[in-house]
């Protein structure tokens, strides 16, 4: 039995925060879920994918967001508990559907992660997701530690079913991979199939029919206030003069803060957790109990902003500061040494927290830039394609890990906006420029929302070409499925779906299909594509080597090593492909033999033949 599917009550286990809340939907009795992989909620599906089967509820991995959560809303309609997971720019895929199940509500608990990212460890941008439950009107819930991780997602499907709403559970990175001690529930009863009734004039959103759902919704939002009024994750710790209002991550630093600085008897705490409806009569008691505020928000000041708004109608007129000149910054995530120093220089204490230790002698690490893996099929197709396009083409690209092609020295990736951004914003470059163009994208992305654009490009005419790096999986965030993946050595019984066959379907007449590290016939391929007027797609097949060798289809290849005799020192090896197998020693080109896996495309740009396999 898999460890998160114990029914132990009082058992404590070392829990990831995505693994804590896999265990919750466990312990809530989920009957579906959903998702599409994004870092920093990966690791939930991925724990549902290797417990589902022997748990008894459905899950898939999805084509895309919004279709994750239209799945889960068909559950949760029809009577089933569902859960759906995403990063916090999916929920901009899945907002079209989101926006319109707040009005038409679930009949069982439906529960929408939402892993935000401070800092940008793995995405496109910062954006703050707290906006979206006041853009939709639904209820939002905050954990601050991995053990409520788990309690809150049990409460999101309770507070889910007692309003009849989605309900959406929002994290950060720091909490999704953070570990802690998680206390294991009683697990309910899974029920995975439910009964869908009928009633057209509250489930069809025509305007005559959104029209009373709107002011429903409004009526379930009061509900919902109430609801955060006396929730048990909203408190009110201590009964000093000096206010701090925070949440999810943020509380633990400030904790850490006010104990370290030993300020605890000067200090009230506000902790929302239910941080949406915010409790505004919890709040103006706060208000009214201290001298001044000090808010701890990573990203916007939503909280900051809302709290002004209800010490104003109320009267209340102390100075209530978060973000601006010396205090918390817009930026990124914060961290235990921030928060402390400005709360320390906020309410005027001395910060006596040991100096860190003088490390000004100790020379800095080496840089490490994130780099295309050592045989890395996607670097031998932008070799291909960069020896006959040439640094003059436009090379829109996408979400994955082929966007590091942006480093030098293949410099393959001018503009990336979203997934499958590189296909339509080629249309945009075809029709305003002369220039050639050339997008990239990865086939998980192309599935997800690169189809559309495909569509948009062949019907209107565009000229440019569409490079398809398939790799056979979902490989930025782990190695997932997707519908061009065959998952039966995987247990699962899915129908594969071919790219090539789904490309010629849209109506796209040149298509070739070609193995990146075969590069002269690659080379072949983009020339021809070049030629060709009008949409031209390339599908560049080959396994992530790191893949195939998690699945036992890495193909055996000796390693290779560079001839010094032969070598002319030419360093197109290291100039145009910079594999991190290959390096330079005293002037010499080397190949780490511990890295390098034989993919032999080194071997087949070097003018000299002076890289052969190793004869070991």
């Given at each position: ?140 819930i905050e954990p601050v530690n991995a053990q409520e991780m788990k309690d809150m997602t049990i409460a999101a499907f309770d507070i889910s079913e007692q309003l009849k709403l989605p309900v959406i559970l929002r994290t950060t990175t720091r909490l999704n991979h953070l570990r802690g001690a998680v206390k294991f529930g009683p697990k309910r009863e899974i029920k995975a199939k439910g009964f869908f009734k009928k009633d057209p004039f509250h489930y069809v959103a025509i305007p005559a029919v959104s ?406």
């Open positions: 039995m898999h460890k998160l599917l114990e029914d132990s009550p009082g058992k404590e286990m070392l829990l990831l925060g995505n693994e804590a809340i896999a265990r919750g939907a466990i312990e809530a009795g989920i009957g579906l879920a959903s998702c599409y992989p994004g870092t920093p909620s990966s690791e939930i599906p991925d724990t549902f994918f290797t417990l589902y089967q022997e748990a008894g509820f459905y899950f898939e991995y999805s084509t895309n967001e919004k279709v994750a959560l239209e799945v889960a809303a068909g559950a949760a309609v029809s009577g089933v508990r569902s859960i759906v997971t995403m990063k916090h720019v999916g929920m901009n895929v899945a907002s079209d559907a989101l926006m319109t199940m707040a009005y038409l509500g679930v009949n069982a608990g439906m529960v929408v992660i939402n892993a935000d990212d401070p800092y940008l460890f793995s995405s496109q941008n910062e954006q703050d997701n707290r906006y979206y439950a006041r853009l939709s009107g639904l209820p939002m029209r009373k759902l709107h002011k429903l919704l409004l009526e379930k939002y009061n509900q919902a206030w109430e609801l955060s009024e006396d929730s048990e994750y909203n408190q009110i710790i201590g009964n000093g003069p000096w206010g701090i209002v925070t949440n999810g991550v943020s509380m633990n630093y400030v904790q850490d803060a006010v104990k370290d600085l030993g300020i605890g008897e000067k200090v009230t705490i506000l902790r929302l957790g239910f941080s949406h409806p915010m409790p505004e009569r919890m709040i103006e008691k706060f208000l009214s109990s201290v001298e001044n505020v000090l808010v701890v928000e990573e990203l916007e000041p939503v909280m900051e902003n809302e709290i002004r708004s209800i010490a104003q109608s109320e009267g209340i007129g102390i100075p209530i500061k978060g973000k601006g000149d010396g205090l918390f910054p817009r930026l990124y995530e914060y961290d235990p040494g921030m928060v402390r120093k400005t709360i320390a220089s906020y309410f005027g204490v001395s910060d006596a927290t040991p100096v860190m230790v003088d490390m000004s002698e100790v020379p800095e690490l080496p840089g490490r830039p994130p780099n295309l893996c050592a045989g890395c099929p996607h670097r031998a197709m932008y070799y291909a394609i960069k020896q006959v396009y040439g640094p003059e083409a436009i090379y829109p690209s996408d979400i994955g890990c082929y966007t590091l092609g942006v480093l030098p020295p293949l410099s393959m990736a001018d503009i990336v906006i979203c997934m499958g951004g590189s296909v339509g914003s080629s249309c945009g470059f075809t029709a305003a420029t002369d220039q050639k163009v050339v997008a990239f994208i990865g086939d998980s992305t192309f599935f997800h929302a690169g189809i559309p654009a495909l569509v948009n490009a062949v019907h209107n005419n565009h000229d440019f070409t569409l490079v398809i790096l398939d790799n056979g999986t979902t490989a930025m965030t782990g190695h997932q499925p997707h519908p061009g993946v065959d998952t039966t050595p995987m247990g699962v019984d899915t129908k594969t779906l071919s790219i090539e066959s789904l490309v010629r379907g849209l109506g796209v007449e040149h298509v070739e299909v070609v193995n990146p590290l075969q590069v002269k016939k690659a080379i072949a391929a983009a020339r021809a594509a070049k030629e060709f007027e009008g949409i031209s797609v390339i599908i560049s097949k080959e396994l992530c080597p790191l893949f195939a060798r998690a699945i036992k289809k890495a193909k055996k290849a000796r390693p290779f090593y560079v001839n010094q005799d032969k070598c002319k020192k030419h360093m197109d090896c290291i100039n145009l492909l910079a594999c991190p197998a290959m390096y330079i020693e005293n002037g010499r080109t080397m190949i780490d033999e511990s890295l390098c896996i034989g993919c032999t495309v080194c071997a087949q740009i070097c003018p000299e033949n002076a890289i052969t396999p190793l004869k070991k």
